[in-house]
């Protein structure tokens, strides 16, 4: 695949990086704390005229949804031919985001913030933040096929960047709803993008192996 070596170099920064922070949480969490803070008092400073918006938007990344939408997707793109596309969305939803990220959770125990009132009701762990994990993993995922929605160039940029600025700002909401620290969504990001950039390309290759195969059956 074009570009295959890029992805990989790419993934292996931002895989370092999440090992990085994985061990400051782990072994100094204590030097996270000016990050934080500075940060969370900054998107405080919208409250509370977004708090209607926050509210609504972090509702699509919440388990209920995530799955809802996981299997609509897989659906979709299984009875359109689109196999491989199912097979790695469906993979990626259910190994990382719902073991892998689940299982860093019951690894680093990290409780969550108290700086600000709690809007919505959490009891998981906080370290890495689950709904910046599956955010960036589905949404990620669609920004990565979009041309299998939109044939023309300018519909599927922007359709991309409508996706990625939920992504976005569904990492925001955790922190303004006072559930997560910045470095929680920060290495939920840095997870499920690691993710995606190690195996894209082999999607890519999987499915163009797929697609020619289907080809010649069709002949």
């Known amino acids: ?26 072994f100094y969490p204590e030097t996270l704390a000016g ?8 998107v405080h400073q919208l409250y509370p005229q977004l708090n209607g918006y926050f509210l609504w938007v972090t509702k699509f990344a919440n388990p209920t949804t995530i799955v809802l939408l996981t299997l609509v997707f897989t659906g979709l793109f299984y009875f359109n031919k ?4 199912a097979l790695w969305l469906v993979t990626t939803m259910a190994l990382v985001s719902g073991v892998g990220n689940h299982l860093l959770k019951l690894f680093f125990q990290r ?4 700086l600000l009132p709690h809007m919505v009701v ?6 890495p933040s689950g ?28 359709a991309q960047l409508i996706a990625g600025l939920l992504i976005f700002s569904i990492m925001i909401s ?7 620290y910045p470095s929680d969504v920060l290495g939920g990001m840095l997870f499920g993008s690691s993710w995606l950039l190690f195996t894209y390309p082999y999607y890519k290759q999987k499915k163009l192996a797929y697609d020619l195969k289907a080809i010649r059956r069709n002949r």
């Open 1 to 26: 695949m074009k570009n295959k070596s890029l992805y990989q170099l790419i993934g292996s920064f931002t895989l370092l990086f999440f090992a990085a922070l994985c061990y400051i949480v782990r």
């Open 35 to 42: 990050f934080d803070r500075g940060i969370i008092q900054a």
């Open 82 to 85: 689109q196999k491989i596309t």
């Open 111 to 114: 409780e969550r913030p108290t």
């Open 122 to 127: 959490e009891h998981s762990f906080s370290f």
């Open 131 to 158: 709904h910046s994990t599956a955010s960036t993993l589905l949404y990620g995922t669609l920004i990565a096929v979009m041309a299998l929605f939109f044939k023309e160039k300018t519909p599927r940029l922007i």
């Open 174 to 180: 955790r922190i303004y709803l006072g559930v997560h």
